[in-house]
């Protein structure tokens, strides 16, 4: 997995509230056995026409926002599918950190497995960031995780909270199952416990 | 005396593995259900990695989500899905997992499948790459869903990292009103806590309605826990939990059965345990509920009508819900009951179980399906849902209303297979989710009930089922 550390890039606003995995990455994308190539089909629906031309006044299509790295979306962002395509296809098409208010529990776990940094902010920073994100070639964020802040075009910091053990494995770009791997001795004793209380298991 | 605990806090500590300073656990899983749609890419994590899975007699694999609902004994013609398949079954060979293949009579959707083989227990921790896992936690099991780095992750540690959710409780009081169902319940708690009410939280639902519900109605709720935004949902079990799982294949047996027992009989939130948050909600007064929107928290009473977002104070909230009435091709008043139908759904983890059919086949029995309908479909949750519902004639039922009668599967629930809406198509549906495009591209998708289904398959639009 891929350090995230600081960012600075373009910010790209989709103020919508529900924001679903369905809508990031719709179903017949799913079929592959694959993590990569997803990026050109993310926001299917929203991004293209049925036939596969893009829509101009989408977001991602407008010439100031096809290379965001930051996106900064409405209340409630990645609910749904469990589906792990979401972030696949949000980093695939170069997208590393999202702010919004809230996340589905599932999406915002899935992230973090992806070097993609999830942050939540108040309504009132979001409007904020919403507004900076509008403007266009000149909505650039900086995204410092060490610090735990994002710095906006006029100067103006918005701090925010992140779980210790979550940033230390994003600094460190961490695989999470070798780290459990090491704690091998507390699995099997606890499987010897287990054996011994719960025999019908 | 001991701290009183919630059912979650008992089976979280029976589960805790390891606990950091800072909170991060390390939680034992049980049970590990897996299809072939997020798990490809965790099976290539652990070869590329030379790991193994630590416990494959803990894991159990079932196709659905490709599957297609017509005659499948000449094979997936759709390539990619044959290959998504395909290479679950490998998988499944490869890594030692027991796998139930497309043409097994027990295969069927997962969240069917674990109850009915009784691989799904109450006091365990259950977890598979799919949202609707919370689905188990009508036994009152730990179930929820994970993404694919986590599926890898329990394939190869059998365990989870996680930090300990809130506690929510959700007490539906009184007797449920004549005519609505387990899927009237959630959908009325989901439209009151909105889709990120239960966010952070694991959901107990407890009540005289809950209790009076059968194993399938409970199940239905546990199911759309996370439509509440809740990792988990979970029912303390019961008499009717034991009933039902007695004597299926991998449930307990003899002495096994009586100790387990004894442990389940312990899993129930002591008195005077702490609860985060607790909503109410009164099942007496519950109408059948129709969803109107994109979201499962916009739904109303079928003898309602379509809101006006401009009532919403919050701008980007309202601008949303525009965009829900414009893609559903709907305007603020309508009533529901005056909203015309293209097709009837019904099945899916949510609805599609043996009581869901019996229930659809009463309102149907001796009726036709609408004209104006393009098809109404049922696909059955399993293999042995199909059988048993064949065993009792409702394929009868149903084929001579006009119904078509598939092959068990997801199927239209998400349109991974060929059964898909057309664009504009508005469907009454029994499944959870009505998001833009869930049931094929700009296909408008309505959540109800299977009686509501039902009814809706006989008019060709929503009625009120309290009235007929």
Redesign the interface.
Known sequence: MEKFETLNGVAAPL????I?T??II???F??????TGLGKSLFY?MRYT?DGKELPEFVLNKAAYRKAQILVA???FG??????HA?WALLDFGIRCVIST?????FY??CF??GILPIVVSPENLKKLLDDADRGSNATLTIDLPKQEIRGPDGGTVKFDI???RKHCLLNGLD??G???E?SS??DA??KK?AAA???? | MAKPRTLYDKIWDDHLVHEAEDGTCLLYIDRHLVHEVTSPQAFEGLRLSGRTVRHPERTLAVVDHNVPTTDRSHGIAEEESRIQVETLAKNAKDFGVEYFHERDKRQGIVHVVGPEQGFTLPGTTIVCGDSHTSTHGAFGALAHGIGTSEVEHVLATQTLIQKKAKNMLVDVTGKLARSATAKDIILSIIGEIGTAGGTGSVIEFAGEAIRDLSMEGRMTICNMSIEGGARAGMIAPDQKANDYLHGRPKAPKGEAWDKARAYWNSLHTDEGAHFDRIVKLDAASLPPIVSWGTSPEDVVSVAGSVPNPDDIADEGKRQSKWRALDYMGLKPGQKMTDIELDVIWIGSCTNGRIEDLRNVARIVDGKKIAGNLAYAMIVPGSGLVKEQAEAEGLDKIFKAAGFEWREPGCSMCLGMNPDQLKPGQRCASTSNRNFEGRQGYRGRTHLVSPQMAAAAALAGRFVDIRKS
């Open positions: 103020n919508i509230v529900n679903d369905d809508m719709p179903k017949q799913l079929k592959t056995i694959k993590r629906e049925q409405g209340d409630n609910c749904g599918s469990s589906r792990e972030p809230s996340f589905a529990d599932i776990n899935n497995k992806n779980d210790p053990f999470d199952i780290l459990s791997l704690k507390s699995i606890f499987e287990q719960q025999p019908w298991l």
